[in-house]
């Protein structure tokens, strides 16, 4: 069962701070960027018809932007949708995303009591551009129209009209808002927002609704629309529906321009909606400002983010990172450092998991490495302390994933039934090359090597220096299949061929003491990435001066290295298998899957053995389809091209079998392999969203759009 289906099977069943404003996680570049280079990068056109964003499968049709950790979104209208203002906004219900509106302050303009079509002159045009998205409307007679949207702060969107008038007469105007709510269908959350007058515009407060796997509110939540002109409120006769007026009209004299500025700022807590107020004012006094450092901090993204790849590719990676951008989440709730979640996109996905922080991070780290270091922060916030009460066996553990809410305050999507892959020391080695920054090393050493002993102490069942996937100790954890399940999802590969048949054997410490589960096989892949661990704790500890301390983690990672190469490399089928824990013997008849190729990547197998892997990772009988790689071999029993972890094609398994390739000295065969999945990956050269996976024989996309660790992971295959 994957981790969506779990969650959706659960339905079934069953204090943030404000970041610094624009300036957060920035490395200003150049004073002047050309946007238009990569403007619409993804297509975020669209306006939805009701509150629920998702279509049968959870996923929001409609591309969003964000910007700087918000938690709300907007998107574009359609040249065939209602005009004057931007799509949304999308808010997050803590944990789940709901259209707040279809359009919630719509700008409507009159002259001598008439109303203006804003699309006299010419089809109104939405775009999105590096850090914003602009509305431009042509209202013939020498009357223009323009809107802009951009993030202010991680609670606040500042958005401008600019009125131009390039004709020979005088221009008086009347501008008003008008805007309605959309409820969700069902239940008490169709109660919860409620709209109301405010001095300086609108305001939508929420009701306390705690409905585990749909809507979670506190009763403390504030969506506030602030104008930087008086205006006056008259609110529909059912209270969904809101007109603004402006207090005063606009005159403009021939080629005159003027400008009307308001804020729209979701909030979670009190204490939120008044520093967001404060946040709010300070961008409407000085919006050439926020328009600036904007530029500015969006202009160093793609500078960096861009550095050493082609021309043509550029592009892509423009919509890589407005892609992280968006799944970037400031500190609300438990998540207690700016992270970045799956996607925005999909109704499960905003928590904050383990093994997507890490690949996330390395991809997020070249053009905003302080981020990077944060997401990694906001995971290791949560790892388990020595000594601790409720989990005393678990000292080290990094949790599955955590959101907004934990076990204690009705979350349910919280998951400590199981931890990730140990990639962290691998990330943060990838940010600190990025940043330089060695206090960030001195920070995170000890965190991971308690996490680096947790796995020997806990999942290494003959204590053999061989590690296996498992599960906690959990009220979750029941079952046989319970922990089968969760060390499943501890892997990653949740519903992968090799554990079909898996069962799990309890592990104890000298006193009888269970620890956790362990699975029946020794897994390949997790014993590369602990080889793979101990090489990049041995270059942090080596950086911060450390000489012992290195050459005994280097030594334990030949020692993990050798153990690989001599029990599950199996001469027969040319590839890496995991291992039956009682007899040794190599899983063969599972077949042949990705996690095979991980021993490149970490440097573990023989040259011989590397040179089996590449000619079947290029077999297109095997895993060099026209989208590589497939999680299982096409040799495979199971092999199915639309199956979640039973077929189709990761990135991130594509990006570790490509560096493999690389650090073996296959160059070539890289490049070739980036060539091809680039030119099938649908939509990667065109607006599309960058996918969760792709099916490995057409290259379509599959699962949910818009997905953070395809994004990160991309960045570096476009230099390759």
Request: charged residues 25%; aromatic residues 8%; hydrophobic residues 40%.
């Amino acid at each position: 069962m994957t981790r969506r289906h779990f969650l959706a099977a659960s339905a079934v069943a069953a204090a943030g701070t404000l970041a610094a404003p624009a300036a957060a996680h920035a490395q200003d570049g150049p004073d002047t960027v050309d946007g238009e280079r990569y403007a619409d990068v993804l297509d975020l056109h669209g306006t939805p018809a009701q509150a629920y964003p998702g279509d049968a499968r959870g996923n929001n049709p409609i591309t969003v932007f964000a910007d700087l950790g918000a938690w709300h979104a907007y998107a574009l209208p359609r040249p065939t949708d209602p005009q004057g203002g931007f799509t949304g906004p999308l808010y997050l219900a803590q944990e789940y995303p709901w259209w707040l509106s279809d359009g919630l302050t719509r700008l409507q303009l009159t002259e001598q009591g008439r109303p203006l079509d804003l699309t006299a002159g010419a089809p109104a045009r939405g775009t999105s551009l590096p850090g914003l998205l602009r509305l431009t409307h042509d209202l013939g007679g020498g009357l223009a129209l323009t809107l802009d949207l951009r993030f202010a702060g991680n609670r606040t969107a500042l958005l401008r009209a600019r009125l131009a008038n390039t004709g020979p007469a005088v221009r008086t105007l009347a501008a008003a808002w008008t805007g309605r709510l959309l409820r969700p269908a069902t239940g008490p959350q169709r109660e919860a927002p409620k709209l109301v007058a405010a001095e300086r515009g609108v305001e939508v407060r929420f009701a306390k609704v705690r409905q585990t796997w749909d809507y979670l509110t506190d009763g403390t939540e504030r969506f506030a629309v602030r104008h930087a002109r008086p205006v006056r409120v008259v609110l529909s006769a059912d209270g969904d529906g809101h007109r603004t007026e402006l207090a005063e009209p606009v005159r403009l004299a021939p080629g005159e321009t003027r400008s009307l500025d308001w804020t729209e700022s979701y909030t979670f807590t009190e204490a939120e909606c008044a520093r967001a107020a404060k946040e709010a004012d300070t961008a409407l006094r000085t919006p050439e400002r926020v328009a600036a450092e904007g530029t500015a901090r969006w202009h160093g993204y793609l500078v960096r983010a861009t550095e050493g790849v082609p021309a043509a590719r550029r592009r892509t990676a423009a919509k890589c990172v407005q892609t992280l951008v968006t799944n970037w989440r400031s500190p609300a709730g438990r998540i207690r450092h700016d992270a970045v979640t799956p996607t925005l996109s999909y109704k499960w996905f905003s928590g904050v998991w383990a093994w997507d922080t890490w690949k996330q991070a390395v991809g997020t780290a070249a053009f905003a490495p302080g981020l990077a270091a944060d997401q990694i922060r906001a995971v290791f916030d949560h790892q388990v302390p020595s000594g601790s009460a409720e989990r005393p066996q678990d000292a080290g553990m990094v949790p599955d994933c955590v959101f907004y809410n934990d076990q204690t305050t009705g979350g349910g999507n919280w998951n400590e039934r199981n931890s990730k892959p140990p990639l962290a020391s691998w990330a943060v080695w990838e940010v600190y090359r990025r940043s330089g920054d060695r206090a960030f090393l001195r920070e995170m050493l000890p965190r991971l090597t308690a996490y680096r002993d947790w796995w020997y102490r806990t999942r290494d069942h003959l204590g053999e220096g061989l590690c296996q996937y498992g599960a906690t100790v959990d009220a979750a954890n029941a079952t046989a299949e319970d922990c089968r399940e969760a060390a499943a999802w501890e892997s990653g590969m949740d519903n992968a061929p090799r554990f079909d048949t898996s069962a799990v054997v309890p592990n104890r410490d000298a006193n009888g003491t269970l620890l956790g589960w362990s699975l029946d096989q020794r897994s390949v892949d997790l014993n590369a990435y602990l080889a793979a661990d101990h090489r990049h704790l041995a270059l942090i500890a080596a950086e911060l001066g450390d000489r012992p301390a290195a050459d005994r983690l280097r030594a334990g990672a030949e020692r993990i290295d050798a153990a690989v190469r001599d029990t599950m490399y199996d001469p027969a089928t040319g590839w890496f298998h995991d291992t039956d824990l009682a007899t040794g013997a190599r899983l063969t008849a599972r077949g042949r899957g990705i996690e095979g190729a991980i021993p490149l990547w970490s440097g573990t197998a023989t040259a011989a053995q590397a040179r089996t892997v590449r000619r079947l990772l290029l077999d297109p009988a095997e895993f060099g389809t026209a989208m590589p790689f497939p999680t299982v071999a096409r040799s495979s029993p199971s092999f199915d091209p639309g199956g979640y972890w039973r077929g189709l094609a990761w990135l991130d398994q594509t990006y570790f079998a490509i560096e493999g390739l690389r650090r073996y000295g296959w160059e070539q065969d890289a490049r070739r392999t980036v060539e091809r999945l680039l030119a099938t990956a649908a939509g990667l050269a065109g607006d599309g969203p960058v996918r969760e996976n792709y099916d490995p024989l057409t290259g379509e996309g599959h699962s949910s759009t818009n997905f953070s660790w395809s994004a990160a992971l991309l960045l570096p295959l476009l230099r390759t």
